[in-house]
C-alpha cells in the first residue's frame, strides 16, 4: 500500500517541498491512514515508556508525532482550498471524519493524558524554560478542554453536550441562511429604483428573470442588499428591507433561532461547569492575552468610554447633515447607511478608480518586498524551479541580512475556478526544530487580486493593497520564526495576538513616505499627489466613532451571552436590549432581534472572542505609533519588533512579548488617534 506514495516518502526535493507534479489525488486517502496508523505508533511509544513522564519523554515527544500526518493534512487542505474539483473535495470528505476520530481518540488517550498531568503539575518545580511550561500548559489545556480526564458520567455528558451543540451551531447557522435566502424585495415600478446605480438595477432585473418574474428582485445577500441601503432613495423600501435582514431567524417560523440561542447558551455553560470553569468566556479565554472575562469587559468599557462621545458626535453630525437635506423626524437604522454614504461622498471625494492606477501588483509586490528589506534587511530571490501546484504560482527564496536562508514563499494572487475567495496566509510546512536542526518553513501568500486585462496590468484597489500588506504581515510572522516546538512557532499563538503582525503592516498604507517611494501611475509614471494620500487617511476616520461603538455593542452582547452563571430562560429580546442598551443610539425597532442571527458567536468561531478584532486594533496602532514615534523605517525599531513578536511565535506570553517590544503596556491612545475617537477632533 505503501508503494509509489510520494506522501510517505522523503521529499528530496529542493527546502523539502511538496512535489506537487506527482501527487496524485488517489494518493491521500491511502496516506492518510497509512500515517495516522503511524502516529499512534509513536504515541504508544509515549505511553509504553516505562520512565516516570518529564517534559521531554511527553511533552515534547508528543509534539513531534504525526509530522507525515500534518504534512499530508497540510497539502491536501491547501490544495482544497487553492485548487480543488469534485474529486478532491470528496477526498477531503473523506479524510477530515479520519482525522476527527484520531484526534479524539487522542484527547481520550487515558494514559497519555496521565503522563501529560504528571508534567502539568510538576511544571512550575522542573526547571522548564518559558516555552517548555506553556507548551506542557497548552498541552494540559486542549486535553482538559477535549473532556480528558473527567470521570465516566461526565465524560458521558461531556459528549453528549459536544455532539449537540455542533447540531445547534449547524442548525443556527442553516436557518439564517435559510431566512437570508428566503427574502426578495420584489420592484414592479421603474420609479422605485430611484438612486439606485446602472449596475446594481441590471443585477437585479437578472435576479428578477431568473425568479421568472417581471422587474426587478433584491435580496438580503451582501451584493444586492448594502448597496440598496446606502443608495435607495425610497426610504419605506430602506426600512422594509432593514426590517426584513434584521428579523432574521427572528419570525417565529420553522426558521428561528430563539430557542437554539438560549439552548446554545446554556450548553455552553454547562460544558464550562463541567470542565471546572464559571463559565464560558473563562473557559474559552484562558490562553488569550485578555485571559477572563474581567479583562475582556474592563476593555470594552474603557474602548467604551472614548468612543461613545466620538459616536455622539458622528451621529450629531449625520443628523444635522440629513436634515439640511431635507429629512423629517427621528433618524432610523434604514437613514444611517444612505446618509452616510451622502456625507462621505461631500466631506471625501476618493474612490478606488481614482486610485488603482497607482497600485499596479507588480510595483505592490516589489515595493511590500522592499518595505521588509529595509525594516529587516531581508532579501527575496525568485526560484523558478520548485514544484507548484499551478502554473500562476510563484515561489521566492527569502534570505536573512546575514544571508542565512529564512523560508520559502509561494505567491498566489488571482481567482481561478477551484480557488476559495477571500485572501490568505498558510503554509506546507511549519518552523521547528529537530535536534538541532533548525527546519525552516515553507509559508504561502493566497489572494484573489483583480487580474489583468488585456489593456492593462493587475491593479489592486486600496482594499487590495492593504490586504496584501495583511497576508504579508502574517507570513513575516511564519518566516522569521525561531522556536523549538511546532506547535508554538510563527503564527500559532493567541488568537487575540495573532493579527498583530498582519494589521501592523495595513498601516504602511496610508503613509505618505512609504507610498512616496513607490507609487506611480502605470501608464504616465506621475507620482501619486499628496492631497490623494492626504485624501486616504482623511477617510479613514470617517464615522470610525460610530462604527466602534457599534462593535462594541456586539462585544458586549457576545460576552453576555458567555459570562451568564446561571441558566437563561428569560426573553431574549429583554436580555439582549440590556447587553447593547448603553450602545444604543437608535430608536428600537419593534420584531428584530441581532442575537438571533449573531452566527459569528453562536454558529462561528468567535465566541466569547468578538472582542478581539478591537483588541488587535488597540495592538496593532499602539506598536505602529511607536514607528511613526522612531521613524516608519527604523531599522532599531523594527529589529525589536522583530526579536520580540515576529520569531517568537506562542513561545512566551504575549503580554511579556509585547512589553519587551514597545518598553510599556499597549494603551488605547493610538488607536483613538489614528480613528479620530477623541472627540476635539475636528469632524468637518
Ligand atoms: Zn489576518
Known amino acids: 500500500m505503501t508503494i509509489n506514495n510520494p506522501l510517505l516518502e522523503v521529499w528530496k526535493t529542493p527546502f523539502g517541498t511538496p512535489p506537487f507534479e506527482i501527487i496524485k489525488i488517489s494518493h491521500f486517502y491511502p496516506a492518510a491512514e497509512e500515517a495516522i496508523i503511524n502516529t499512534i505508533r509513536e504515541i504508544n511509544l509515549i505511553t509504553d515508556n516505562p520512565e516516570e513522564p518529564d517534559f521531554e519523554n511527553t511533552i515534547a515527544a508528543l509534539d513531534r508525532t504525526g509530522e507525515i500526518l500534518g504534512r499530508i493534512s497540510s497539502v491536501l487542505f491547501n490544495l482544497n ?6 474529486e478532491l473535495q470528496a477526498v477531503a470528505r473523506d479524510v477530515s471524519p ?24 510538576k511544571r512550575e518545580i522542573s526547571a522548564l524554560t518559558d516555552e517548555q511550561k506553556i507548551l506542557t500548559e497548552r498541552k494540559y489545556r486542549s486535553f482538559i478542554l477535549g473532556g480528558a480526564g473527567l470521570k465516566e458520567e461526565s465524560k458521558n455528558r461531556f459528549r453528549e453536550i459536544s455532539e449537540e451543540l455542533a447540531e445547534l451551531s449547524l442548525k443556527f447557522e442553516e436557518n439564517v441562511l435559510e431566512e437570508t435566502n428566503s427574502y426578495e424585495l420584489h420592484i414592479t415600478d421603474k420609479s422605485d429604483l430611484a438612486g439606485l446605480p446602472e449596475s446594481l438595477i441590471e443585477t437585479a432585473s437578472m435576479e428578477a428573470v431568473a425568479r421568472k418574474k417581471t422587474g426587478w428582485v433584491f435580496t438580503l445577500h451582501f451584493p444586492s442588499y448594502v448597496p440598496f441601503m446606502l443608495l435607495s432613495e425610497r426610504r419605506e423600501l430602506r426600512e422594509k428591507m432593514f426590517r426584513a435582514y434584521a428579523s432574521r431567524s427572528f419570525r417565529g417560523n420553522e426558521y428561528d433561532n430563539t430557542v437554539n440561542v438560549l439552548r446554545i447558551a446554556n450548553l455552553r455553560l454547562e460544558i464550562a461547569e463541567i470542565t471546572g470553569f464559571g463559565n464560558f468566556a ?23 468610554d472614548a468612543a461613545k462621545p466620538a459616536a ?62 529595509s525594516l529587516y534587511g531581508i532579501k527575496f530571490l525568485q526560484n523558478r524551479s520548485v514544484s507548484v501546484y499551478h502554473s500562476e504560482v510563484r515561489t521566492f527564496e527569502v534570505y536573512d541580512a546575514d544571508n542565512s536562508f529564512l523560508a520559502l514563499l509561494y505567491t498566489d494572487y488571482h481567482p481561478r475556478p477551484g480557488k476559495n475567495g477571500g485572501a490568505w496566509m498558510t503554509s506546507f510546512r511549519e518552523q521547528r526544530k529537530t535536534g538541532v536542526t533548525d527546519v525552516r518553513p515553507l509559508i504561502s501568500i493566497v489572494a484573489n487580486f483583480t487580474r489583468a486585462s488585456e489593456n492593462r496590468p493587475s491593479l489592486l484597489s486600496f482594499t487590495e493593497l492593504t490586504t496584501f500588506l495583511h497576508e504579508f504581515g502574517h507570513s513575516l510572522h511564519g518566516m522569521f520564526s525561531k522556536c523549538n516546538y511546532e506547535s508554538l512557532s510563527g503564527t500559532n499563538v493567541a488568537r487575540d495576538f495573532v493579527e498583530l503582525p498582519s494589521q501592523f503592516m495595513e498601516n504602511y498604507a496610508f503613509e505618505k513616505e512609504w507610498l512616496d517611494t513607490w507609487a506611480s501611475h502605470y501608464i504616465t509614471g506621475e507620482k501619486i499627489r499628496e492631497e490623494i494620500i492626504f485624501k486616504i487617511k482623511e477617510a479613514s476616520t470617517f464615522n470610525e466613532g460610530y462604527a466602534c461603538n457599534r462593535q462594541l455593542g456586539f462585544g458586549f452582547l457576545d460576552m453576555a451571552w458567555h459570562t451568564i452563571e446561571n441558566p437563561v430562560d428569560t426573553n431574549i429580546i429583554v436580555f439582549e436590549r440590556d447587553a447593547l442598551e448603553k450602545t444604543e443610539l437608535f430608536p428600537a425597532v419593534e420584531g428584530t432581534n441581532m442575537s438571533a442571527s449573531f452566527s459569528h458567536i453562536f454558529a462561528g468561531g468567535y465566541a466569547a472572542g468578538y472582542y478581539g478584532y478591537k483588541w488587535a486594533e488597540v495592538l496593532d496602532a499602539d506598536a505602529f505609533s511607536y514607528f511613526t514615534e522612531t521613524g516608519i523605517f527604523n531599522r532599531h525599531t523594527a529589529e525589536l519588533f522583530r526579536k520580540n513578536i515576529l520569531e517568537k511565535g506562542g513561545s512566551e506570553q504575549p503580554q511579556d512579548l509585547y512589553v519587551r517590544f514597545r518598553g510599556k503596556e499597549p494603551s488605547i491612545d493610538a488607536l483613538l488617534k489614528r480613528s479620530g475617537l477623541n472627540v476635539s477632533s475636528p469632524f468637518f
Open 282 to 304: 473563562e473557559m474559552t479565554l484562558g490562553d488569550r492575552m485578555a485571559d477572563s472575562p474581567v479583562k475582556v469587559i474592563g476593555f470594552l468599557e474603557q474602548l467604551y
Open 312 to 373: 455622539i458626535r458622528d451621529f450629531d453630525n449625520l443628523r444635522k447633515f440629513a436634515v439640511e437635506n431635507g429629512h423629517v423626524g427621528p433618524i432610523e437604522r434604514w437613514d444611517w447607511a444612505f446618509y452616510s454614504e451622502k456625507l462621505k461622498k461631500k466631506l471625501h471625494n476618493i474612490d478606488d478608480e481614482i486610485l488603482k492606477p497607482y497600485f499596479s501588483l507588480d510595483k505592490v509586490e516589489k515595493a511590500i518586498f522592499d518595505l521588509a528589506g
Open 98 to 121: 479520519l482525522l476527527t476520530r484520531f484526534s479524539n481518540d487522542v484527547t481520550l488517550n487515558e494514559k497519555l493524558f496521565s503522563r501529560i498531568r504528571t508534567v502539568y503539575e
Open 81 to 86: 482550498s487553492v485548487e480543488t474539483s469534485k
